[in-house]
């Protein structure tokens, strides 16, 4: 395995203080530069806390989070991210809602203003990848929900993240929809080599998606298990009907259950 790009060692995350609720007690994993991790576990195990942690957005009270080898003790620049809900702004268009992280990332504010043609071509490069060529111009309120989360994975990726965090991206869409986005993040993977971790409900897309999936107990949220995935890449939405995908998503489900009656 590659050097870890991410690194989260004994760590304790309690929300309000010494007497406050424990999100999660001891975790740790490591991640791959270049791996696509997918997190799945009960509802409330803490898999957003996780998300939060790595990107620099809580900092725990016990144990070490380590991102390119680097001690987390502030937001990290170098992460994407993409949630369930693109908060889009309405009255930008979606060309300008995908070139908003470049305001606000110092690295890239000066070259935006100097070099704004080469970004919009970025930019537009990207909403091809996607399948939304010549929609850069047309308005949040004009796109369905499904563009929408595809201009959101555009907007994770222009200022060329190491990281992309995914936090149940494809929860909101109609299934075909969201087959349809599996695949756009599978060929972004591939293209660019990006370290992914997916957080998300749904053990297929996790078997589909990732290198290795992490199951982690009910709260307070800990690794139960550590699952490589057997299938070899590229992977067709076809393996979705194999019988030994079948097998590898009922028995994440299995350890799931164990993860809720321990509770």
């Known amino acids: 395995m590659n050097q870890p790009l991410v690194t989260i060692k ?3 995350m309690r929300y309000g203080g010494a007497g406050g609720l424990l999100a999660v007690e001891g975790l740790t994993l490591d991640i791959a530069k270049g791996e696509f991790a997918a997190v799945v576990g009960p509802s409330g195990c803490g898999k957003s806390t996780l998300m939060k942690l790595v990107t620099g957005l809580y900092i725990p009270q016990a144990g070490q989070v380590t991102v390119a080898g680097e001690r987390v003790t502030k937001p990290v620049s170098i992460v994407g991210m993409a949630f369930q809900n693109p908060t889009m702004l309405p009255w930008r268009t979606t060309l300008d809602n995908i070139l908003l992280p470049l305001e606000v990332v110092d690295r890239h504010r000066k070259r935006l203003r100097r070099n704004k043609a080469e970004y919009v071509a970025k930019a537009e490069k990207l909403l091809e990848t996607v399948g939304l060529k010549g929609f850069g111009e047309k308005f949040p309120w004009q796109l369905s929900g499904g563009m929408q989360q595809r201009a959101n994975l555009c907007r994770a990726l222009i200022h060329e993240p190491d990281l992309l ?47 290795r999936i992490f199951v982690m107990s009910s709260r307070p949220g800990r690794i139960t298990k550590e699952r490589t995935v057997p299938f070899a890449r590229p992977r067709d939405l076809e393996l979705l009907y194999q019988a030994d995908f079948n097998d590898v998503v009922h028995e994440l489900r299995g350890n799931i259950a164990d993860a809720r009656k321990a509770a």
């Open 165 to 211: 965090m995914l936090d149940e991206p494809f929860g909101a869409l109609d299934s075909f929809t969201r087959e349809e986005l599996w695949c756009v993040i599978r060929d972004l993977h591939a293209a660019q080599g990006v370290t992914i971790v997916l957080v998300t409900h749904d053990l297929r897309e996790a078997v589909f998606l990732a290198d």
């Open 10 to 12: 004994d760590v304790d």
